[in-house]
């Protein structure tokens, strides 16, 4: 059983938008797995009388409202894929899935962005175009978004896309990470080989480009100064988010005509597949404060669901804003 979607005002709108969120968050489903979530979000949406976009995808969903006057095509995206953590929440609602988790926000987006679905639904017909909505699988894993692409989730999409996010810290513009040492069997032997895993984040690509040169050249220095040999595996992650100037004042705009405070954020380091949305077309990857109590990704992590029912309102608003050419 899954949540109705009959009233989209109010309280009432609220506590659909929560039970939806907690529904999801309490049975999540990691990259590729997310089988029920995407038939449950399928069910939702074609409850609310939002047609189904049609596309070779085992899990995700693509929906659109609108387009009964012509006009240009918008998207707003959502990921709905979870993280294998097991959770410390203690809540209610907490995961009935063992090692599973929606520790980054995740069911949240997802909630809000059907939230605006069913909004935009309701003034469907004064709409001045399409609004597309993808319900991303393995964001997580950074290949869902190039999978939605390939599968012509952005044919015709011309002005807008969308995140619902995590909260953000200041960080240095470039991040080099030693995060996995694997090495040796006891204590008295000395291991002859050990693997280094790490991650690297920046948000230039001139540098990205330059990086895997570069941290060949060290770790065969190093390692020819200590007469041993090094070798370097590198796995191509999403490039850097680049929001579209004229969308990020058009999202500051609507903001601020809907009473909500405006914050530019620092630059993140985060990994996020949204990056390559926007290799196709003008996007803009808008951060939500949710008041958490930890980072994401954390095994404690939590929502003020109080944010849900704001957010998306925020977002039906803004994609009408972007159709109307803000």
């Known amino acids: 059983m899954h949540t109705g979607t009959q009233e989209l005002a109010g309280t009432g709108f609220e506590q659909k938008l929560i039970a939806i969120r907690r529904q999801l968050h309490q049975y999540p489903e990691v990259a590729y797995e997310e089988y029920e979530t995407t038939r449950s979000i399928r069910d939702w949406l074609t409850e609310a009388g939002i047609r189904l976009v049609e596309l070779p995808l085992e899990t995700g969903v ?3 409202v609108g387009g009964q006057n012509g006009g240009p095509v918008i998207a707003l995206r959502a990921d709905i894929d979870a993280l294998p953590i097991q959770e410390q929440t203690g809540l209610p609602y907490a995961s009935a899935v063992v090692g599973n988790m929606h520790a980054c926000g995740h069911d949240f987006h997802t909630a809000v962005i059907l939230g605006a679905a069913f909004l935009l639904k309701q003034q469907e017909e004064q709409l001045p175009g399409t609004v597309r909505f993808l319900f991303q699988p393995a964001e997580e894993k950074g290949t869902g978004a190039s999978l939605l692409i390939e599968k012509g989730a952005l044919a015709n999409v011309t002005a807008l896309q969308s995140i619902v996010s995590r909260n953000v810290s200041p960080l240095e513009n470039a991040v080099v990470s030693v995060t996995t040492i694997h090495g040796g069997t ?3 032997v000395i291991p002859d080989k050990v693997a280094l895993g790490g991650t690297i984040r920046t948000f230039q690509e001139e540098v990205r480009r330059q990086i895997p040169g570069r941290l060949q050249a060290i770790i065969e220095g190093v ?3 200590y007469g041993a040999k090094a070798s370097v595996r590198w796995f191509k992650g ?3 988010v ?3 100037a004229a969308l990020t004042r058009l999202a500051a705009t609507t903001a601020e005509r809907l009473g909500l405070q ?3 954020p620092e630059p993140s380091p985060a990994g996020e597949d949204f990056a390559y949305y926007q290799k196709h077309i003008p996007g803009l990857f808008v951060f939500v404060g949710i008041s958490g109590t930890n980072e ?3 095994p404690a992590f939590t929502v003020d669901e109080r944010a849900i029912a704001p957010a998306a309102h925020y977002f039906a608003n803004l994609a009408a804003d972007a159709l109307k050419g803000g």
Do not use: G, L
């Open 186 to 188: 006891t204590w008295n």
């Open 62 to 64: 693509v929906a659109e």
């Open 223 to 225: 390692a020819a100064a």
């Open 296 to 298: 994401w990704h954390h």
């Open 262 to 264: 405006v914050v530019a």
């Open 238 to 240: 999403p490039p850097s």
């Open 242 to 244: 680049q929001n579209d």
